[in-house]
């Protein structure tokens, strides 16, 4: 019995040594494998995607669409798009960059564009958005964009263009350090947090003092600028027309003009808190705002800002005043609040992302709330007709009013 054990002991031993050498000679080509050659299947070899991407304009036709993106790898700017996912058609940049804008023209109205971009060997999924319509024309303004709330409504509301009244980071000092000019990491983080919302519906964004701010604000002004009043990072990151800092977007369809201008903080011109550009008479901005009001060719013009429209319509003895009653409609995103004012039988609307806060109401206010809020502007043509709503984040109408 004795030697019976010890033999199969033996043989148990023999076994073990066999098998142990068959597990290291396995093992030993899978250890040896370094990251360029590991099998096709596996993911560290898989081309990265692209899933930053926001759509926009740079020119003032809206047969023109600007496709941005950002690649984790420099290279060219490749767009595939079509009114199918087979891409009949394709824009080619050459450069070699991480941060990408592209034009593209669509030639129909109307209609469902899907689209895809590529850098490299890094791509994105199909995409897609709408064409401007015929028909009905829908527009969202939204403002304070700081807390990155629930958007649902504004997916809801199926717009074709959004808009803001400023104030669309917190700050650049935050995420980039004090002082950086150059950095987006704000801006991109904007765009992560929307995805869907940003690679479907073109956005134009219009300046406030948090877009700019890349130092803290302190209580008193420091010696160093606490704004970048040139926006270079915003600027970077969006593509919009002219200057960026100020523009204007038409869609001739509906006879509509939307203009921005960079108006925050104005009590602060001419100190280390200065936000923005000039806006007294013989500056650039008022003479551009002047010369753009003179055009009488839209029946309805909304102009854009972040300023507190009681404050801004005194500048300069009335003349902005003035010049925002030739147009439809002015919205700010000054105050934490949702309001409608009347003043000489024109409209000044404030809105906030953030609806809660302290409020600073206008001397000729109409409707005031402190609610979470957008606008929705919804434009027609047969009549032709703008329905402004001020809309709380659960699509609940605060206040309407038409304009024809």
């Known amino acids: 019995m004795i030697e019976f054990i010890q033999k199969n002991i033996k043989q148990i031993n023999n076994m073990k040594h066999t098998l142990s050498l068959f597990i290291v000679v396995m093992l030993v080509p899978l250890a040896a494998l370094n990251a360029d050659e590991m099998p096709a299947s596996t993911s560290r070899t898989s081309p990265p995607g692209i899933d930053r991407i926001w759509l926009g304009h740079r020119s003032h036709d809206p047969g023109?669409?600007?496709?941005?993106?950002?690649?984790?790898?420099?290279?060219?700017?490749?767009?595939?798009?079509?009114?199918?996912?087979?891409?009949e058609m394709e824009v080619r940049v050459a450069n070699n960059s991480t941060i990408h804008h592209v034009e593209i023209p669509l030639e129909e109205l109307g209609g469902v564009y899907h689209y895809s971009v590529r850098t490299g060997n890094q791509y994105s999924k199909d995409a897609t958005f709408k064409a401007y319509p015929s028909d009905e024309l829908r527009v969202a303004v939204a403002a304070d964009w700081q807390s990155?709330?629930?958007?649902?409504?504004?997916?809801?509301?199926?717009?074709?263009?959004?808009?803001?009244?400023g104030d669309n980071i917190s700050n650049t000092h935050q995420f980039c350090g004090p002082g950086n000019?150059?950095?987006?990491?704000?801006?991109?983080?904007?765009?992560?947090?929307?995805?869907?919302?940003?690679?479907?519906?073109?956005?134009?964004?219009?300046?406030?003092?948090?877009?700019?701010e890349m130092r803290p604000r302190g209580r008193k002004p420091p010696e160093q600028p606490v704004y970048d009043i040139d926006a270079t990072a915003f600027r970077r990151f969006f593509e919009l027309p002219g200057?960026?800092?100020?523009?204007?977007?038409?869609?001739?369809?509906?006879?509509?003009?939307?203009?921005?201008?960079?108006?925050?903080?104005?009590?602060?011109?001419?100190?280390?808190?200065?936000?923005?550009?000039?806006?007294?008479?013989?500056?650039?901005?008022?003479?551009?705002?002047?010369?753009?009001?003179?055009?009488?060719?839209?029946?309805?013009?909304?102009?854009?800002?972040?300023?507190?429209?009681?404050?801004?319509?005194?500048?300069e003895q009335g003349a902005w005043h003035s010049m925002f009653r030739k147009g439809t409609i002015a919205i700010t995103?000054?105050?934490?609040?949702?309001?409608?004012?009347?003043?000489?039988?024109?409209?000044?609307?404030?809105?906030?992302?953030?609806?809660?806060?302290?409020?600073?109401?206008?001397?000729?206010?109409?409707?005031?709330?402190?609610?979470?809020?957008?606008?929705?502007?919804?434009?027609?043509?047969?009549?032709?007709?703008?329905?402004?709503?001020?809309?709380?984040?659960?699509?609940?109408?605060?206040?309407?009013?038409?304009?024809q």
């Open 243 to 315: 200057d960026e800092w100020k523009w204007h977007f038409d869609v001739p369809g509906f006879d509509v003009r939307f203009a921005a201008l960079d108006l925050n903080h104005i009590s602060d011109l001419g100190t280390t808190w200065q936000a923005c550009h000039s806006f007294k008479r013989d500056s650039e901005q008022f003479r551009w705002y002047d010369k753009l009001m003179s055009d009488n060719s839209r029946k309805f013009v909304v102009t854009l800002y972040n300023e507190r429209n009681g404050s801004m319509r005194a500048q």
């Open 64 to 87: 023109k669409l600007v496709v941005n993106w950002m690649s984790k790898e420099p290279g060219d700017s490749i767009v595939r798009f079509g009114q199918s996912a087979n891409y």
């Open 181 to 212: 000019k150059e950095c987006v990491k704000p801006y991109a983080r904007l765009i992560d947090r929307y995805p869907d919302l940003f690679r479907s519906v073109p956005f134009m964004p219009v300046l406030g003092n948090h877009d700019k």
């Open 333 to 403: 995103g000054f105050g934490y609040y949702a309001e409608r004012a009347e003043v000489d039988d024109f409209t000044y609307y404030n809105t906030s992302l953030s609806g809660k806060g302290n409020q600073y109401p206008d001397s000729k206010s109409k409707f005031l709330k402190g609610a979470d809020s957008y606008i929705l502007l919804t434009l027609t043509k047969n009549p032709a007709k703008m329905v402004v709503d001020i809309k709380g984040l659960d699509g609940t109408v605060l206040d309407r009013k038409v304009y």
């Open 148 to 165: 990155l709330p629930d958007l649902s409504a504004i997916r809801n509301d199926d717009v074709h263009l959004l808009l803001t009244a």
